[in-house]
């Protein structure tokens, strides 16, 4: 039984490789802002450590040209690049998209800003790499873009997801799971809106930093309670599960807000985009939890045994990779 549970822990370890970045949330980003009549300033920016970040190109409207050199410089751990456009006409209907995106594993998100007109919003995929302008930007349009980033950012933010994973190993029946992520929910709201509209701010490099160690004490609860002699007896973490993930959902949605700054709003549109956001992270995590508790049923039909197994190989997967990320943020 040792070596099933030593083999499944490699397993389980294979699927979160530490090179993963957690709040991988960093789509390429593109903004055309009109300037004059026919002049307009394009900005965008992807990761450096993309292949589409040093390769890519965005497709530009027909009836634009390129006004000059453009300027490329490393900001951050992005390549961000800045060049003016001289338009013979209105860029509605016209299409833009990025070179390489079909190549890459991330989205892209567009954002038109004419003169005197209301702000569009587009979202570029790999499969649909290119789009079309439209004559002005519909609010449905907002709400399924932003609604979409934050399912991919609770489903692809390892750290978020591993949180909401660890929840569900350590409580027991769905009813207080669905509780106890409705109040992570609500904290992160709370200070994703706050810290978004500038009523509340921390340092991110803090947070972060305990954003893992929050990670890392749910895997360390989750150990404790399958070790303790007597199961009747309740952790703290187990008899008030909404605190502990409320409080912890306060910090994570601070790194939330981080995300989303890398992203942009709509700034005539803000409170949409806010909204479906959050709507789109909970639909994320009711992902997660979904997810956990088909695979859970599933070994316990073939193997009641492997249950417990299962879930301290888990705990310990998240445990070490929540550790890494701990010390790797500390020493950042």
């Known amino acids: 039984m ?41 900005l965008w920016k992807a990761s450096a450590n993309s292949l ?49 995106l079909e ?49 991919e950012h609770i489903v692809f933010g390892f750290d978020h997801l591993l949180f909401v994973l660890a929840l569900v190993l350590l409580l027991k029946g769905g009813w207080l799971v669905a509780k106890t992520v409705t109040a992570f929910t609500v904290a992160h709201s709370i200070t994703l809106i706050g810290s978004t509209l500038g009523y509340l701010s921390l340092p991110s490099q803090p947070v972060e930093a305990i954003i893992a160690l929050s990670i890392v004490f749910l895997a360390v609860e989750i150990v404790k309670a399958q070790r303790s002699d007597d199961p009747e007896i309740l952790r703290l973490s187990e008899r008030f599960p909404w605190i502990v993930a409320f409080l912890f959902g306060l910090l994570h949605g601070f790194g939330f807000a981080g995300a989303l700054a890398e992203i942009g709003l709509p700034q005539d549109a803000i409170p949409m985009a806010l909204l479906t956001f959050n709507l789109g992270v909970e639909i994320g995590q009711l992902i997660i939890v979904a997810v956990a508790f088909a695979v859970l049923a599933l070994i316990r039909r073939f193997q009641q045994s492997w249950v417990q197994p299962a879930k301290a190989a888990t705990s310990y997967a998240i445990g070490i990779i929540a550790t890494y990320w701990f010390i790797e943020r500390m020493v950042a």
């Open 2 to 42: 040792r070596g099933h549970f030593l083999a499944l822990l490699c397993f389980i370890g294979l699927l979160f490789p530490e090179t993963a970045r957690a709040d991988e949330l960093r789509p390429a980003y593109i903004e055309l802002n009109q300037v004059s009549q026919s002049e307009w300033e394009l």
């Open 52 to 100: 589409l970040g040093h390769q890519g190109e965005v497709i530009i409207p027909d009836v634009c040209e390129p006004g000059g050199k453009a300027d490329r410089r490393f900001v951050d751990s992005n390549i961000l690049t800045r060049q003016s456009l001289d338009c013979s006409g209105p860029l509605a209907g016209q299409s833009l998209g990025l070179k390489g």
């Open 103 to 151: 190549l890459s594993t991330t989205d892209a998100l567009v954002r038109i800003s004419p003169l005197g007109e209301d702000t569009q919003t587009l979202r570029l995929t790999p499969n649909a790499a290119t789009a079309t302008i439209a004559q002005k930007d519909a609010i449905a349009n907002v709400a399924w873009t932003y609604t979409v980033i934050g399912v």
